[in-house]
């Protein structure tokens, strides 16, 4: 029934948008998605990555899974501004802090959505771009971390499932709380003693799954034991299909197989067009993959190393050491952008329209933001959380990275870009992708599913 309305919906959709009167005159567009822009993977791998993402054994404590913080529900992000990882129980903005095991801090960044993430052109993953494709390197990914570290892994989406399963705050969990977290705080991450190998073993000790991973991996068939890198292969593998978004009126639009409304259609010359917003969302993906001061408002604790207290995220520098970097983050995707509020790198706006008038005359928003605008769940930790005064200590800074001349649009042309905005929203993504949520993993614990 859940497949028959998607395709219902669809077909709606679609057939809209073909007897939409063609409005504004016809901006240059990209070239549509089409199936050669995905990587292919076997029904059994992407069953298998399926459970692997909704279960929570990949975590430290057991507690927390993929689809904790990426709930289809919430556009597969979590609908906070700044995430709770671990310490936090409940989903989405009803999340809140464990009694029993409280947060330390909450995550420092907003939990980016993750349609499209799978494409072949997804070369740059997080909002500074610490993991990055780049052919030149032996493991074919630019990153921080050591080449063996990335050694295994089929995938950009597949490497980047190493940070948060080592992310204290995130997955792996405190200081000696589990057998994870504390090979995490020893730094013995890779080899048969590490962090990695931790996890994997607790995954081939399920016999379901140890059936699966040998009928998906002729080498583990052949004996080889379950590896962390054929988790993260399998999770992608399930990322890649289920969250493939391509199906939106603007879709239609890109095969020649519909229009836009009205409103929709002068939004879209007004993001082609004046408003200059394909400079940085371009192509099919809605993303040029670098990296742009936008003077978005800093909330949180800021990505900084856990011993200094200033609340301060200075995003793509961090990870280049070029000042010129300062507060430059990676230009997001804007697939189904409608439905993965909150907004920013720390998800500073609820509210898309407030966000889009920021977006147009970058760092208009800092003077006089509160933080009544985001969505962050009560949470009192030693390290200062929102501190506003702090905050804004900043704002000077940020404000002068800003490179991008202001376009200021009038209530009209907001509305119109809105109109196109909401143009991109899939229905597959609004019925929560093309997979359900299982009923049950094979671990045993307890499914995140928001619906009941």
Same mark, same amino acid.
């Given at each position: 029934m859940r497949r028959l309305l998607r395709s219902a919906a669809t077909a709606a959709v679609l057939a809209a948008a073909a007897v939409a009167p063609a409005g504004a005159a016809d901006p240059v567009l990209p070239s549509p998605l089409t199936d050669a822009d995905f990587p292919v993977h076997s029904r059994d791998e992407v069953e298998l990555g399926r459970l692997l993402f909704w279960d929570r054994v990949l975590s430290g404590n057991r507690n927390i899974a993929c689809a904790t913080c990426h709930h289809p529900r919430f556009g597969t992000s979590d609908g906070l501004s700044l995430g709770m990882g671990e310490g936090g129980i409940g989903l989405g903005p009803d999340r809140r802090p464990d009694p029993a095991d409280h947060p330390e801090q909450r995550i420092p960044r907003n939990a980016p959505a993750l349609w499209n993430v799978g494409a072949k052109g997804f070369t740059v993953m997080f909002a500074d771009g610490r993991i990055e494709v780049d052919p030149k390197r032996p493991s074919g990914f630019r990153t921080p971390l050591e080449d063996e570290m990335v050694a295994g892994f089929a995938s950009l989406l597949s490497a980047q499932t190493m940070f948060p399963v080592l992310s204290n705050d995130e997955m792996a969990g405190h200081y000696e709380e589990n057998d994870v977290s504390t090979l995490v705080r020893q730094g013995r991450i890779t080899g048969p003693d590490g962090a990695?190998?931790?996890?994997?073993?607790?995954?081939?000790?399920?016999?379901?799954?140890?059936?699966?991973?040998?009928?998906?991996?002729?080498?583990?068939?052949? &004996?080889?034991?379950?590896?962390? #890198?054929?988790? +993260?292969?399998?999770?992608?593998?399930? /990322?890649? @299909?289920?969250?493939?978004? !391509?199906?939106?009126?603007?879709?239609?639009?890109?095969?020649?197989?519909?229009?836009?409304?009205?409103?929709?259609?002068?939004?879209?010359?007004?993001?082609? &067009?004046?408003?200059?917003?394909? #400079?940085?969302? +371009?192509?099919?993906?809605?993303?040029? /993959?670098? @990296?742009?001061?936008?003077? !978005?408002?800093?909330?949180g604790p800021g990505k900084a190393e856990r011993f200094e207290r200033h609340q301060r995220d200075i995003g793509r520098m961090r990870v280049s050491n070029d000042p010129a970097d300062a507060y430059a983050f990676r230009t997001p995707s804007l697939r189904n952008v409608t439905l993965t509020a909150p907004y920013g790198h720390a998800g500073a706006f609820r509210d898309l329209a407030a966000y889009v008038r920021q977006h147009c005359a970058p760092g208009s928003a800092l003077s006089g933001y509160r933080p009544d605008a985001a969505v962050l769940p009560a949470l009192e930790t030693a390290k200062p959380d929102f501190a506003p005064d702090e905050g804004a200590a900043n704002y000077p800074a940020i404000a002068a990275a800003v490179t991008l001349a202001p376009m200021v649009p009038t209530e009209a042309e907001l509305a119109d870009l809105l109109a196109f905005l909401k143009a991109l929203e899939d229905p597959v993504a609004v019925a929560g992708g093309r997979l359900p949520i299982p009923d049950r993993v094979p671990s045993g614990l307890k499914v995140d599913d928001a619906g009941g």
């Open positions: 990695w190998a931790a996890i994997a073993r607790r995954v081939a000790d399920i016999p379901d799954y140890a059936t699966r991973f040998a009928a998906v991996y002729p080498e583990v068939a052949a &004996g080889r034991p379950i590896a962390f #890198t054929d988790i +993260s292969n399998a999770v992608a593998a399930y /990322m890649t @299909f289920d969250f493939r978004s !391509d199906g939106s009126p603007f879709d239609a639009v890109l095969r020649g197989e519909g229009r836009l409304e009205p409103a929709a259609a002068a939004g879209m010359a007004l993001f082609y &067009g004046k408003a200059g917003c394909s #400079t940085c969302h +371009s192509g099919p993906l809605l993303t040029d /993959m670098k @990296f742009h001061a936008m003077g !978005d408002p800093q909330l």
